[in-house]
């Protein structure tokens, strides 16, 4: 037997479970629209909420701070120092999102595995939503911490498994802001509540929040109208910002603690000058205007209620985030393949990325599409989901 046999075999069970993931190769700029294995398609896929991943603004941005920067950063900031873009960045997030400091990472995932165990470490204790996402469980792995998983979006739970815990040094309490694969908002104030109560350290991971609810997209700590309240929040730019990195903001205290502690901050060299500029001019935007952030909400009300109607079942989302619960992951990659054929760019997602026997379709609402790409996915959605038995 070689010695790579097994991976073989994994490999051969996921593709008789349809739990084999295919990862297409686009050939366009990001947009509504895109080219996908040489077929123009509609892109319900992504998560560029406002469009911005190839916004004229940010791609100006990139390219005059390339001219004046070049590109890449050189080495981690402990040790080459930090260039004035991202000190500049970080202050900007930091207004922007109302906290004392920002810093940054190269990735929201980054900025998981930093901050949980900057934060707490052997015998602390950590309270995680059942479903939170896999950077923050990572983070909470590495933290060598007890991590304790409470109910989803359950405070009541919460407040068990917290008089269960008796024996602890420090704690903290960690949630995503939105569910990315539900498209639900944690009950924030609630578990505000909780950790005031307890006088417990609260995260949030506002990554499918950030640049989407609240104000202009200042995120849920802005949209609870919690500002001074929830200790951390962690952001990402890859999302609604369009471009990559990540970020955590708020106290003062906790930001600089990062800045000596935070393992991919001090290990890791920081994100490149394009990213930075990129990212600088995505925080002008939403800060100019809350039209993107209109639009997307506008967007995202019309093709779920329309999805209803047709008599999908979309689960109790409460953002842009669209899930049509098909149940089995083979029928979810069919339904795909299918919507592929029509012109439509939708991914099934399944085990074990979501639970068994719960796959789904995710369709991921943005302000760029128009009225017209809402109908046309529809109409194909009507098409395919009838041909397969889903709708009648
Ligand atoms: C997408 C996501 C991340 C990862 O963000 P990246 O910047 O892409 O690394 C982290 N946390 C949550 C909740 C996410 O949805």
Known sequence: M???????QEIASLKEQGLFTHIR??????????????????????????GLANHPKLVEAAKAAIEKYGIGPG??????????????????????????????????????????????GRGDVIF?????????IDGCRLSRAKIVAYEHCNPDDLRKKIA?????NRRLIVTDGVFSMDGDIAPLPELYEVAAEHDILLMVDDAHGEGVLGKGGRGIV?????????????????????????????????????????????????????????????????EESTELV??????????????????????????????????????????????????????????????????RIRVMNTAAHS??????GLWAFEKVGKELGVIS
Request: aromatic residues 10%; negative net charge; proline residues 4%.
């Open 2 to 8: 070689s010695k790579t046999a097994w991976i073989e």
């Open 25 to 50: 190769t686009i050939e366009s700029p990001m947009g509504a629209w895109l080219q996908v294995d040489g077929k123009r398609v509609l892109n319900f896929c992504a998560n560029n909420y406002l």
């Open 75 to 120: 080495a981690v900031r402990t040790i080459a120092g930090t260039m004035s873009l991202h000190v500049e960045l970080e202050k900007r997030l930091a207004e922007f999102k109302g906290v004392e400091a920002a810093i940054t990472f190269q990735s929201g995932f980054n900025a998981n595995l930093a901050t949980i165990p900057a934060l707490v």
């Open 128 to 136: 995680s939503d059942r479903l939170n996402h896999a950077s923050i």
């Open 164 to 168: 269960e815990e008796t024996e602890y």
């Open 222 to 286: 802005d949209h609870f109208d919690l500002h001074g309240k929830v200790d951390i929040e962690v952001g990402t730019m890859s999302k609604a910002f369009g471009v990559v990195g990540g970020v955590v903001a708020g106290k003062q205290i906790i930001v600089d603690w990062l800045r000596q502690r935070g393992r991919p901050f001090l290990f890791s060299s920081a994100m490149t000058v394009p990213d930075t500029a990129a990212c600088l001019a995505a925080v002008d935007l939403l």
């Open 294 to 359: 209109d639009r997307l909400w506008k967007n995202a009300e019309f093709f779920k209620g329309e999805m209803k109607k047709l008599g999908f079942d979309t689960g109790h989302t409460e953002t842009p985030i669209v899930p049509i619960m098909l149940g089995e992951a083979p029928l979810a990659q069919e339904f795909s393949r299918r919507l592929f054929e029509e012109g439509v760019f939708a991914m099934a997602i399944g085990y074990p990325t979501v639970p068994k026997g719960l796959a």
């Open 371 to 376: 009225q017209d790409d809402l109908e046309f």
